[in-house]
């Protein structure tokens, strides 16, 4: 992987922040054109939004993309384009939560700070036999990690145990012949390893469904961008929006475009409705 092996806490903390929600094989070629087009944590600051955005294109969760951007900012504004290497002033960074904090600080900087992402989690929950993730066994992991960490290569035994859950102590079928740890581990040792730990409810996903229109004249249709603050803000979108219940698609969209082009369109043909999920909810698109 182009993001393994290396100790520049830019791409260290872009690759970390890629990675959020999302696999290593879907990250890798937009990792690699990223750094191509932006070598360096300066050359993001400088850039604008709609530039990164649009690179970060189709990898989703796009709130991850405006904080580094403009974290980036703040590096070269108030620390010379220096990435911190100290907690306080790192995680007061826009994105940069405990989780990403401890694998560019452990990573890049040899600091012995814990990583407690999913796979962590899912590795010492089935050594320490924990079949619950509450608050008062996630600190147990968390103080065990932090207890065990070597302080001559963190970065190392970070990477290790995240790589371990992702490649062998995986959620369902766990290959504990294979893992260097099965030795020690208390849900190895009750032929069950996939019971730990106990998968949390999933939450029913609301559905919604979403109308818009395009507006063409000549050769030319109008698009809008939505609002910084909005979800999936920067981007661009046809005007529309939720239909509401029991209201006609015609009806809506007739609505929404009066709400935010100020004008009652003519509706000359339906196109067709395409269904798509994010991660929290559903949409049918017409």
């Not at 089935?126 to 619950?132: E, S």
């Not at 065990?148 to 992702?166: C, D, K, R, V, W």
């Not at 529309?240 to 698609?249: P, S, Y």
Request: glycine share 6%; aromatic share 10%; proline share 6%.
């Amino acid at each position: 992987m182009p993001f393994r092996d290396i100790d520049d806490p830019y791409k260290i903390w872009l690759s970390e922040v890629m990675l959020q929600q999302t696999q290593v094989k879907t990250v890798v070629p937009y990792y690699n054109r990223w750094i191509k087009r932006y070598p360096s944590i300066k050359s993001v600051a400088v850039a604008d939004l709609g530039s990164v955005l649009k690179m970060w294109e189709g990898l989703g969760y796009y709130t991850r993309c405006r904080n580094f951007h403009t974290a980036a900012k703040i590096v070269v504004k108030n620390f010379n384009g220096i990435i911190p290497n100290d907690w306080e002033n790192l995680s007061s960074l826009p994105g940069v939560g405990d989780y990403t904090a401890a694998a560019i600080l452990s990573i890049a900087f040899n600091k012995p700070y814990a990583v407690m992402d999913g796979n962590a989690k899912r590795v010492m929950s089935r050594i320490l036999g924990i079949k619950n993730l509450t608050s008062w066994n996630l600190s147990r992991i968390d103080k065990t990690l932090s207890n065990i960490i070597p302080e001559h290569t963190p970065g190392n035994f970070n990477q290790s145990i995240m790589e371990l859950g992702a490649t062998l102590c995986t959620p369902r079928s766990p290959s504990c012949n294979k893992c260097p740890l099965s030795f020690g581990c208390k849900a190895f040792k009750t032929n069950k390893p996939h019971c730990y730990p106990k998968p949390s409810a999933k939450k029913i996903k609301p559905h919604y469904t979403i109308v818009v229109g395009i507006i063409w004249r000549e050769n030319k249709f109008f698009i809008q961008r939505r609002s910084e603050k909005s979800m999936l803000g920067g981007l661009w979108e046809f005007p529309g929006g939720k239909v509401k219940n029991g209201e006609l698609l015609e009806v809506a969209l007739k609505r929404e475009i009066k709400e935010e082009c100020g004008v009652y369109p003519s509706i000359i043909k339906r196109i067709g409705a395409v269904d798509h999920a994010y991660s929290h909810f559903s949409i049918t698109f017409h």
